[in-house]
Nanobody, 125 residues
Framework: QVQVVESGGGLVQAGGSLRLSCTASGLTFDDYPMAWFRRAPGKEREWVSCITRYSLTGYADSLKGRFTISRDNAKKTLYLQMDGLRPEDTAMYYC???????????????????WGQGTQVTVSS
């Protein structure tokens, strides 16, 4: 049984930083692409970033330069380093794991089969 669990969310002031973590068990972690999505209050879920099994990365254009995704395959852990946080980054952040051994990673939620429950990030102004 695959389990995906996020952690690291919290309340931070604008301009601050947080690092989110996501552990995935029950699958061969290093074989699959991983991603972060977020859903702000009253908005649709949106893609934040993804990372291939070869650690190639992709980012939403609006987040480039502030967020950094990485993975530690030995620890079966995905990270999202978030710097220069803004109030508009306030959202529930979700980790997602793929189930197909592709070379790339997708910006679509359809590209991921396993999801965590989310971790809340709140940025105060």
């Amino acid at each position: 049984q695959v389990q995906v669990v996020e952690s690291g969310g919290g309340l931070v002031q604008a301009g601050g930083s947080l690092r989110l973590s996501c552990t995935a068990s029950g699958l061969t972690f290093d074989d699959y692409p991983m991603a972060w999505f977020r859903r702000a209050p009253g908005k649709e879920r949106e893609w934040v970033s993804c990372i291939t099994r070869y650690s190639l990365t992709g980012y939403a254009d609006s987040l480039k330069g502030r967020f950094t995704i990485s993975r530690d395959n030995a620890k079966k852990t995905l990270y999202l380093q978030m710097d220069g946080l803004r109030p508009e980054d306030t959202a529930m952040y979700y980790c997602a794991a793929g189930s197909v051994r592709t070379d790339g990673c997708s910006a679509s939620s359809a590209g991921y089969k396993f999801w965590g429950q989310g971790t809340q990030v709140t940025v105060s102004s």
